[in-house]
């Protein structure tokens, strides 16, 4: 570990990824801490993460960016949530919407719990119809939190996330870096030197000679892990045994209509295919298992199921989805793809960067790289990647699907014993709870499971204390406050275009 002070950080590629951390350092670290980051043009980004969580507002709030400036600059739209088709059969379809809780809770109980009996009783709809995110966004609806409405109103806590082209973020985030003083190098790296005492990475090497040297690197590389895997040999755990998709054919498209407040999943034979739509252009992509389907197939599929003609040829991408056995390994931390892959069926690869950059930022030495902040960092990255790991692992194993050898599986494969253990307890009584911190909080976990044919066979017993009169009644009231929220909102194309819309370019 190194034995001084920290003072020169160097970032590793650029990106999403090393935008990102170069922001986020200079703006919390100050000047007091130089940084630079090297990144060639010649080397292309995987640039196809343009789906988020709600996590990245609070990225851009630390950074003091206007959100209306972002989102026009990255040609974005916004998100309530993701559309599943076709998931547990053929024909299914639900989707998975931010927020804080479904519906309104009841006492100490979430409402859920009473949505499961009044569901055996007859009179409840589809859990959907109960929380403003799955309302408003197939009704094509949004709008920001409004603070001009009653205390506890839905229209004052509105959940959301974004779509944007993320080749577009990095520029936004590189203006907004250099600005703050980083320094920018454009260059090939040829060799990596390292300190012949203590094994730390000392030094790295342009192609056109010049030695860029640090105490602290961020590795933002991609895939191959320059630094983390290829010069420390940290070594790799391999998730493919939960997630077998391996591949992803991405294309754009041309926009079809106005942009929907929504990712949207469907699964198709051999894997699934998102859309997200942005002001510009429509992003698409099929993510799936070469044991099962030839890339020729996959395009084949992926272009037979577009809403527009393609704008590109598509590009098929490789990946083992997993994670570096350690985030960080002596005075190298591991970002973006370089710290490991889950695939983007759940948008979490920039949430897992933020997470990464954040947990640095709280654990930054003052002296030398202590073993102690390592290990703990190390520690909370791998119960980050293992519980969000599990919950994507949840889309796939919960499913009827038997149609093809790859969904059969799926269906039927061995899953992680917390996994395993998380639905057993819901299938008795409904009952989740979250692990510590972990990022997918019981909103997400319940809407999936109910959303994927998981429906248990009971309720918490404290729901019977409730007369059937009045628990109709409730149930009632929250359905129909939803559906009057989602009336007074504003298209999602209405809202895009009074404050945020960006100006037209050829996609």
Not at 93 to 99: A, M, Q, V
């Amino acid at each position: 570990m190194s034995r001084e002070k920290i003072r020169d950080i160097v970032i590793v590629g650029g990106g999403t990824a090393g935008w990102m951390a170069a922001a986020a350092l200079a703006r919390v670290l100050g000047r007091e801490y130089p940084i630079t980051l090297v990144e060639s043009d010649t080397i292309g980004t995987v640039g196809v993460g343009e789906a988020t969580v709600p996590h990245l507002k609070a990225f851009n709030n630390l950074l003091g960016i206007d959100e209306a400036d972002f989102v026009r600059n990255v040609q974005g739209t916004f998100k309530l949530g993701i559309q599943f088709n076709d998931w547990n059969r053929i024909g299914d379809r639900y989707i998975h919407g931010f927020g804080a809780q479904i519906g309104q809770p009841l006492g100490l109980l979430p409402f859920h719990q009473y949505w499961l009996k009044a569901r055996q009783l007859g009179f409840a709809g589809d859990l959907g119809d109960y929380t403003l995110c799955t309302v408003a966004a197939p009704r094509g609806k949004f709008m920001t939190p409004a603070s001009d409405v009653p205390a506890g109103s839905p229209l004052g806590n509105i959940a959301y996330a974004y779509h944007f082209d993320a080749g577009l973020y990095a520029a936004y985030l590189r203006t907004y870096s250099e600005r703050l003083g980083v320094r920018r190098i454009e260059g090939t790296i040829t060799t990596v030197q390292l300190d012949p005492d203590h094994g730390d990475v000392a030094s790295i090497t342009l192609e056109r000679g010049e030695t860029i040297a640090g105490d602290l690197f961020i590795d933002c590389s991609g895939f191959r892990g320059l630094l983390i895997e290829e010069t420390l040999h940290t070594g790799y755990h391999d998730y493919t045994h939960w997630l077998p998709c391996d591949r992803a054919m991405a294309v754009p498209c041309a926009k079809a209509g106005p942009p929907t407040p929504y990712t949207r999943a469907s699964a198709r034979p051999h894997g699934w295919q998102w859309r997200i739509p942005l002001q510009h252009r429509t992003g698409n992509g099929y993510v799936y298992s070469s044991a099962h389907c030839s890339d020729d197939e996959a395009a084949a599929t992926l272009l037979a199921n577009l809403d527009a003609p393609a704008l590109a040829e598509p590009r098929v991408l490789r990946f083992t989805t997993g994670r570096r056995k350690a985030c960080w390994n002596r005075n190298v931390v591991a970002l973006g793809l370089a710290s490991g892959f889950m695939e983007p069926l759940e948008s979490t690869s920039i949430f897992l960067v933020q997470s990464g950059i954040s947990k640095l930022l709280q654990l930054f030495p003052r002296e030398g790289i202590s073993p102690v902040l390592v290990q703990r960092y190390n520690d909370q990255l791998a119960f980050e990647f293992e519980r969000i790991r599990d919950f994507l692992v949840l889309h796939y194993k919960a499913t009827q699907r038997d149609d093809t050898p790859f969904w059969d599986q799926c269906r039927t494969m061995s899953i992680p014993a917390g996994l395993q253990d998380n639905l057993d307890l819901f299938r008795d009584s409904g009952r989740f709870f979250r692990n510590a911190e972990e990022m997918f909080a019981e909103i997400s976990w319940v809407q999936v499971m109910i959303g994927q044919g998981i429906v248990p066979g009971s309720y918490h017993p404290s729901v019977d204390q409730v007369p059937e009169a009045d628990l109709r009644r409730f149930v009632a009231d929250v359905g129909t406050l939803m559906t009057r929220c989602a009336d007074v909102m504003p298209t999602h194309q209405q809202f895009i275009d009074r404050f945020c819309a960006a100006p037209q370019v050829a996609a």
